[in-house]
T-cell receptor
Framework: DTGVSQDPRHKITKRGQNVTFRCDPISEHNRLYWYRQTLGQGPEFLTYFQNEAQLEKSRLLSDRFSAERPKGSFSTLEIQRTEQGDSAMYLC???????????FGQGTRLTVV | ELKVEQNPLFLSMQEGKNYTIYCNYSTTSDRLYWYRQDPGKSLESLFVLLSNGAVKQEGRLMASLDTKARLSTLHITAAVHDLSATYFCAVDIIGNQFYFGTGTSLTVIP
């Protein structure tokens, strides 16, 4: 297993466009997390799934943000009507059990112009 | 609201010296994690601390957890240049909703 995989690695989009990011977790992990990291800050929790169930989404930044994990495997994070303030690194992580560390992907760097 | 604070935010130290990074958090938790991040890279897991008094060591790094004081430390022994990176602590409150600290940017000078 090659770890958590995210695609694309970089995305440049115009303000107002929609973007979608994909995350493939480590195969045996049933928990999947999305974080946002801005320059000079620690990662900020957005949402997480256990299998296909989204157990916490209240910390998604606005209703423009949504995430899915339809079959309990890969996940997508969509941002609608992007704004310049959405420019950041979006990180995905996965873990197997509560109390184990989360393994992070390489991230998708979003630039909104 | 939960706060996770690290001290110092920036650390410049000479090779061979020792130093400690502190992580304070504002609510009860007995699960704390340390991560390393190199510039432009993702986060690498360093330590998992799951109980009061837990101590883990790997090479020149040692982490400890005092849940009563809501404090974790990351001690660096005889620093080398390869340790230059940003170090984050993360507190797990509910179901792996990691709350990350502000990060400590470490530069080891030859």
């Amino acid at each position: 297993d090659t770890g958590v995989s995210q695609d694309p690695r970089h995305k440049i989009t115009k303000r107002g466009q929609n973007v979608t990011f994909r995350c493939d977790p480590i195969s045996e992990h049933n928990r999947l997390y999305w974080y946002r990291q801005t320059l000079g800050q620690g990662p900020e929790f957005l949402t997480y799934f256990q299998n296909e169930a989204q157990l916490e989404k209240s910390r998604l930044l606005s209703d423009r943000f949504s995430a899915e994990r339809p079959k309990g495997s890969f996940s997508t994070l969509e941002i609608q009507r992007t704004e310049q303030g959405d420019s950041a690194m979006y990180l995905c992580a996965s873990s197997f059990l509560l109390g184990t560390e989360a393994f992070f992907g390489q991230g998708t760097r979003l630039t909104v112009v | 609201e939960l706060k996770v604070e690290q001290n110092p935010l920036f650390l410049s130290m000479q090779e061979g010296k020792n130093y400690t990074i502190y992580c304070n958090y504002s609510t009860t938790s007995d699960r704390l994690y340390w991560y390393r991040q190199d510039p432009g890279k993702s986060l690498e897991s360093l330590f998992v601390l799951l109980s009061n008094g837990a101590v883990k060591q790997e090479g020149r790094l040692m982490a400890s957890l005092d849940t009563k004081a809501r404090l974790s430390t990351l001690h660096i022994t005889a620093a080398v240049h390869d340790l230059s990176a940003t170090y984050f602590c993360a507190v797990d409150i509910i179901g792996n909703q990691f709350y990350f600290g502000t990060g400590t940017s470490l530069t080891v000078i030859p």
